[in-house]
């Protein structure tokens, strides 16, 4: 699959919403109260969300989006840390490299902004993410806590140096 990443922006926060929305739909785990919290956001708040954390969409050759992803600086990390938040491939379109192309976009932009290091949480079990990301070239790093939502689940902190 051909794929093209870019970066969208505030004015595409509508696109984002949708996007969104169909990651939240499909996602067997999410609990509800995210997926109705998420519904009643209005314009404002995601034209922040997207002025704030850089997100890039992957399409596909008929121009459909099939991806998504954005960084942050979480709380506590080194300023030079950019952290993977929110990365999303399409179910039919997975396994064909739109996740690494999202990842090298986020890599690349996150260089461009002098960060060394590019972060991202991955739940313990969860073994395409992991396989993504060990072959995005992503070390484990040890850092391990239980996740907020569902304390039975942990997840580790993994890097990528840039």
């Given at each position: 699959m051909t794929a093209e990443v870019r970066q969208v922006?505030?004015?595409?926060?509508?696109?984002?919403r949708d996007v969104r929305l169909r990651v939240l739909d499909e996602a067997a785990d999410a609990p509800a109260s995210v997926?109705?919290?998420e519904r009643r956001f209005v314009e404002q708040?995601?034209?922040?969300?997207?002025?704030?954390?850089p997100t890039w969409l992957a399409y596909d050759e008929q121009a459909t989006v099939q991806g998504i992803v954005?960084?942050?600086?979480?709380?506590?990390?080194?300023?030079?840390?950019?952290?993977v938040v929110g990365l999303w491939v399409a179910p039919d379109a997975r396994r064909r490299g739109l996740g690494w192309a999202l990842v090298d976009a986020a890599a690349a932009?996150?260089?461009?902004?002098?960060?060394?290091t590019l972060s991202v949480?991955?739940?313990d079990?969860?073994?395409?993410?992991?396989?993504?990301?060990?072959?995005?070239?992503?070390?484990?790093?040890?850092?391990?806590h239980a996740l907020a939502r569902d304390p039975e689940r942990v997840e580790e902190r993994w890097l990528r140096r840039l």
């Open positions: 922006f505030e004015a595409d926060w509508e696109l984002v997926v109705a919290r708040h995601w034209r922040m969300r997207v002025r704030s954390s954005s960084t942050i600086c979480e709380p506590g990390s080194p300023a030079d840390d950019r952290h932009a996150a260089r461009a902004e002098g960060a060394r949480w991955v739940v079990g969860d073994l395409p993410a992991g396989d993504l990301y060990v072959r995005a070239g992503f070390e484990r790093t040890g850092e391990r």
